[in-house]
């Protein structure tokens, strides 16, 4: 078997809605594997949107194998929409919220040319299926979306699911027989999916997993199943408001506590992060940031990639490269990300945990904050270890007269360095880069007209 990082997302959500109470809805599935395969789920980035009308579950996974081995099963409770989305939406939300820290400001001059000043100004603005029985296990729906064949089950005996999944070449580990037997007696269906044979990708695409009502839970007891002794889970949850883990333990790290090193030129914000997932036995949720956000702001950006560097770059083709067809996906995703939400009171909070085997027996729940202030992503350092660099030189500029007579400075005020990205393993910055590319090719290029 060819082996190799992949990137492979699936994900379900469970609802129960009440007239007043927000009930939890579980989402997040398990990968079953052919037996004689040696794959190992490393790592997950999860969105969940909830809203009044609908909730809808993202979940990306990386993962070490071939797709087309990969089978998985997700809890779901009753019937959900299933549809396909982009790598886009995780790298844009993983730009925009994730922890920046700064060296502390320096007292040094910072020059400009004074012919240049109006120029300089003028930058950095910024299916249904019918319901059939086979050996005890009820297909209440049956479509094909994007490139997975999907099935929605019912079934009371677990027995009878088991030989089902096994018949349909789905392979169930044995320390996962319990957790499935757990869902089945609480009144859990389950979604199955498979890549439609002979499709020929190696790189699945994000699926999302939508329910009515106002949902916030993950049943993180599913994701054991092909996951090693860790795993780590990004998780944003977008809502009016921020969000909080209600049944696992929640913490942030405080900024007068992070040293800048200016040897390494980095800070000892990581260190920080994983003396408290060690503190907390790898049980606890960091609270990386939590910030207003604007969901018009967003679907632009997201467009913007569909109309400047066309459908296959920004992940919403449909394999037969129309435009329009892929505009018309990326501004439907958006419509259900947003769903039954007031643009102003939108906020997305951004938690980070490196669960062990042990955490993986509950499910996470998530909730209203009790603070709901926001917590921002910018760590601005006050203190530092190492050699301080010296200020830099003022630089060479000139009168524009053609003389070369030398700099024409104007001292503006304190310098405060470069903002280091702490890495969470996923690589946020591919759309930044497509952005870029984007915008350089709309001068070059005329916009295609959407009709």
């Not at 996951?227 to 929640?250: C, D, H, K």
């Not at 997201?302 to 435009?323: A, H």
Request: with cysteine; net charge negative.
């Amino acid at each position: 078997m060819k082996s190799m990082h992949k990137w492979m997302v699936a994900m379900g959500v469970a609802t129960t809605a009440m007239a007043w109470h927000v009930a939890p809805a579980e989402a997040c599935g398990g990968c079953f594997v052919p037996p004689e395969e040696s794959t190992v789920v490393t790592g997950h980035r999860m969105v969940l949107s909830v809203g009044m009308e609908q909730s809808t579950l993202y979940d990306q996974i990386e993962y070490s194998g071939d797709p087309a081995d990969f089978a998985w099963v997700l809890p779901i409770r009753g019937q959900v929409d299933i549809g396909v989305s982009s790598d886009l939406v995780f790298n844009q939300l993983g730009f925009d919220t994730g922890v920046q820290v700064a060296p502390p400001p320096q007292d040094c001059p910072v020059y400009t040319c004074n012919d240049r000043n109006a120029e300089d100004a003028s930058f950095g603005a910024t299916g249904a299926g019918g319901a059939s029985g086979e050996g005890g296990v009820n297909v209440i729906a049956q479509e094909v979306v994007g490139p997975y064949e999907t099935v929605q089950l019912e079934a009371t005996d677990p027995n009878a699911l088991y030989d089902w999944l096994a018949s349909h070449s789905y392979s169930i580990p044995a320390e996962i027989e319990p957790i499935i037997d757990d869902y089945l007696a609480e009144g859990f269906n389950f979604l199955a999916m498979k890549l439609v044979p002979g499709v020929g990708i190696d790189r699945m695409a994000p699926v999302r997993i939508t329910t009515p009502g106002a949902q916030a839970a993950l049943p993180l007891r599913m994701v054991a199943a092909g996951t090693g002794a860790f795993t780590t889970v990004s998780l944003w949850v977008i809502g009016e408001g921020r969000y909080q883990p209600q049944n696992f333990p929640a913490f942030e790290i405080p900024a007068e506590g992070v040293i800048w090193n200016y040897d390494s030129n980095d800070s000892n914000y990581t260190e920080l992060r994983q003396q408290a997932y060690d503190a907390s036995n790898n049980y606890g949720w960091l609270v990386e940031s939590s910030i207003q956000y604007y969901p018009d702001a967003f679907r632009s950006q997201i467009l913007n990639v569909v109309d400047f560097n066309g459908p296959e770059q920004s992940g919403y083709d449909d394999g037969t490269g129309d435009w329009q067809a892929a505009y018309d996906a990326a501004n439907e995703d958006m419509d259900v990300l947003f769903a039954g939400m007031n643009a102003a009171d939108v906020k997305v909070t951004r938690l980070r945990a490196e669960l062990g085997r042990p955490a993986l027996a509950k499910d996470l729940v998530v909730e209203a904050a009790d603070d709901q202030s926001d917590v921002s992503p910018f760590i601005q350092t006050t203190k530092w270890v190492g050699s301080q660099p010296a200020c830099p030189p003022p630089p060479a500029c000139y009168d524009g007269s053609g003389s070369g007579d030398g700099p024409i400075g104007e001292r503006l005020g304190s310098g405060d360095g470069c903002a280091v990205s702490e890495d969470d393993g996923f690589d946020d910055s591919s759309l930044v880069s497509a952005l870029l590319v984007g915008l350089g090719l709309a001068a070059t290029r005329r916009r295609r007209r959407r009709r």
